[in-house]
């Protein structure tokens, strides 16, 4: 296995959380396009993010790079999809929770 960029693991991991947001709590069968604008919008921020690969998970960041609207429309997405994740993706979580707790 080849090792991944953080920057794109951090894409997966968001893409993998807006998807279970919106068919688990919006019911939809594909993503609508109000998360796939928030999808694309997170991922063209993780392009953009300034730590490029020593990047601290979102939540440890300093910068708060997202604009409100976006920023109160991902949290809801987190708030939600953070105590399921788990149970759907148990290894991801966990990952990120490890990392979550590492120092940096
Ligand atoms: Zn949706």
């Not at 920057?7 to 998807?19: A, P, Q």
């Not at 063209?44 to 300093?62: E, I, S």
């Not at 604009?67 to 939600?80: E, F, G, H, S, T």
């Amino acid at each position: 296995m080849t090792k991944k960029l953080r920057t794109e693991e951090e894409k997966e991991m968001v893409e993998k959380m807006i998807r279970i947001y919106c068919r688990k709590k919006e019911g939809n069968h594909s993503l609508c396009p109000q998360c796939q604008a928030l999808l694309n919008y997170a991922h063209r921020r993780l392009d953009a993010c300034r730590f490029g690969q020593n990047k601290p998970t979102c939540k440890q960041c300093p910068v708060h790079c997202y604009r409100p609207d976006m920023k109160a429309q991902i949290k809801n997405v987190m708030r939600w999809v953070g105590p399921r994740m788990v149970f759907y993706h148990p290894m991801t979580a966990l990952k990120h929770l490890l990392r979550e707790l590492t120092p940096h």
